[in-house]
C-alpha cells in the first residue's frame, strides 16, 4: 500500500472529487483516479463511487478517511523524527494574499523551493478569504488585525499604516481632524469594517463610510489617489504615493496601531516543519527588508504622533 495513494485518496476525499483533487495535487485526474483504483485493490474494498457530479465515499470509504488522514500526518511527524535537519520533502500548498504575495511574499517561497528542491510548493495568490480545511492548504500568508478563530497563527512581522487622503480630496471636502469627522467623510475600503485608531494609549473604533470598495489595497491606494476618499492602508502600499505627494497623511495624531503579517494553520498539536520552515525564512525576510514593509517609517510616524500631541497640548489652555 503506497503512501502516495493513501494521501491522493485523503485528498479526493476532502476535495469532494476527483478533479478538484487533481487541482489542489497539482497532478492530472488519469493519476488521481490511477492511485484510488490501486489503493482500493490494495484494500479489497470500494472507496469512492464515481458519479456524473463528482465523487462521493463509499460507507467503506468514510470508515478509511479518518485513519488514512491519522497515517499521512503519523508518516510525515516520522519523517522529521528520524531527519530533523534534512531536506524538506513533499508538497507545502499556501494561499498567500495578492496585494504583497507577488511583490513581498513570493521571493522568500521561491528561495524556499530552492534551497528544498524535493518540497513541491502549489502557492494560491488571492485576496479572497480562504478556508484552510475545506479547500485543503496546510498554511495561509494573512495580512492585518485577525478575527477570533480556530485556527493558530504565528507573527512573522509587524505592519505600520496610516490614514491617507489625495490633495484634490482635501481640497474638496478638507481633512478629518478628530475621530468623529471620520463618519463625514467619503471613504475606500474593502468592505463593512471598523478602523482601529490610537488616541494616546486607547484604541478606538471608527465606523468609515464610502461607496468604493475593493479587495485589494494596490486598487484602493490607486482609488485614493484620484480623490475617491480617505483610505487607511499600509505603508508599503503608499510609499511610492506619499513620496510623489499624490497622498498626503491625514490624522497623524491617531495613528493606526501595528497590524501584523502571520502565518495561519489548521490546529494541531504540532506544526509541521515545512511550516516552520516558511515561518521562519518569513521572520527573518521581515528582519532583513524593513524597508519593504515600511518599517523604517515606524519612527517617522512616533515623531509626528508626538509632534501633534505637543500641538494639541499647547493649544489646549485656550481652547
Same mark, same amino acid.
Given at each position: 500500500?503506497?503512501i ?146 480556530n ?28 475621530l ?7 471613504a ?16 478606538? /473604533? ?13 486598487a484602493l ?5 484620484a ?16 513620496? /510623489? ?5 491625514i ?46 517609517q515606524?519612527?517617522s ?14 493649544a489646549?489652555?485656550?481652547?
Amino acid at each position: 500500500m503506497d503512501i502516495e495513494d493513501i494521501r491522493t485518496f485523503v485528498e479526493v476525499a476532502d476535495a469532494g472529487g476527483i478533479s478538484s483533487a487533481a487541482r489542489r495535487l497539482g497532478i492530472s485526474k488519469s493519476i488521481v483516479s490511477r492511485r484510488l483504483l490501486r489503493l482500493e485493490s490494495a484494500l479489497g474494498a470500494q472507496l469512492v463511487a464515481r458519479t456524473t457530479r463528482g465523487a462521493a465515499l463509499t460507507d467503506a470509504g468514510m470508515t478509511f478517511r479518518d485513519h488514512a488522514a491519522r497515517v499521512s500526518a503519523e508518516i510525515d511527524l516520522a519523517r522529521e523524527a528520524i531527519i530533523p535537519a534534512g531536506e524538506l520533502r513533499g508538497r507545502l500548498r499556501v494561499a498567500v494574499p495578492l496585494t504583497f504575495g507577488p511583490t513581498h511574499f513570493a521571493p522568500v517561497i521561491a528561495d524556499m523551493a530552492l534551497q528544498h528542491p524535493a518540497l513541491h510548493i502549489h502557492a494560491s495568490y488571492s485576496d479572497r478569504f480562504v478556508d484552510l480545511i475545506a479547500e485543503g492548504f496546510d498554511c495561509a500568508i494573512r495580512v492585518g488585525y485577525l478575527p477570533d478563530s480556530n485556527l493558530v497563527a504565528k507573527r512573522v512581522g509587524p505592519i505600520y499604516g496610516r490614514l491617507v487622503a489625495s490633495p484634490d480630496y482635501i481640497r474638496a471636502r478638507g481633512a478629518p481632524e478628530r475621530l468623529e469627522d471620520i463618519a463625514t467623510h467619503e471613504a475606500v475600503m474593502q468592505g463593512t469594517e471598523t478602523w482601529q485608531l490610537m488616541d494616546g494609549d486607547k484604541i478606538v /473604533s471608527v465606523q468609515p463610510q464610502g461607496r468604493f470598495k475593493a479587495d485589494n489595497a494596490t486598487a484602493l491606494a490607486a482609488a485614493a489617489a484620484a480623490g475617491l476618499g480617505i483610505a487607511w492602508l499600509p505603508d508599503c502600499i503608499t510609499f511610492d504615493y506619499v513620496s /510623489s505627494g499624490a497622498l498626503v497623511p491625514i490624522m497623524t495624531g491617531y495613528p493606526p496601531p501595528p497590524a501584523g503579517a502571520y502565518v495561519i494553520r489548521p490546529p494541531g498539536q504540532h506544526p509541521a516543519r515545512k511550516i516552520r520552515v516558511l515561518t521562519e525564512m518569513l521572520i527573518a525576510h521581515f528582519e532583513r527588508n524593513p524597508q519593504l514593509w515600511g518599517l523604517d517609517q515606524k519612527d517617522s510616524h512616533q515623531a509626528e504622533s508626538a509632534a501633534v500631541a505637543r500641538g494639541k497640548r499647547r493649544a489646549a489652555p485656550g481652547s
